[in-house]
């Protein structure tokens, strides 16, 4: 069974960077496709950004393309999400969700961690 769990998540003040963390266990990402997710309190779950952890293959969606950056460590079984310049409206859990599968993007995710917050205010 995959397990993931995410942290590194905090406050930080506007324009100010962070950097997510998605470590697995029970299961090798390498065959997997990994997605980072956010959501904020009344607001439907975002995708942001995914990767194919095998062949590092990555998409980011519009809302954060040149702020965020995703990577994979495969010897540590983790994914990561950078994130630069960061604004008010980045403010949210940011969860990282993964799918079986030669994806970018995981589907319909199967297995998803327990979220980190990430709060960006002044």
């Known amino acids: 069974q995959l397990q993931l769990v995410e942290s590194g998540g905090g406050l930080v003040q506007p324009g100010g960077s962070l950097r997510v963390s998605c470590t697995a266990s029970?299961?090798?990402?390498?065959?997997?496709?990994i997605g980072w997710f956010r959501q904020a309190p009344g607001q439907e779950r975002e995708r942001i950004s995914c990767i194919n952890v095998r062949d590092g293959r990555t998409y980011t969606a519009d809302s954060v393309r040149g702020r965020f950056t995703v990577s994979r460590d495969n010897a540590k079984n983790a994914v990561y999400l950078q994130m630069n310049s960061l604004k008010p409206e980045d403010t949210a859990v940011y969860y990282c969700?993964?799918?079986?599968?030669?994806?970018?993007?995981?589907?319909?995710?199967?297995?998803w961690g327990q979220g980190t917050q990430v709060t960006v205010s002044s």
């Open positions: 029970g299961r090798t990402l390498e065959y997997y496709a």
């Open positions: 969700a993964a799918d079986p599968g030669n994806y970018v993007c995981p589907l319909h995710p199967d297995y």
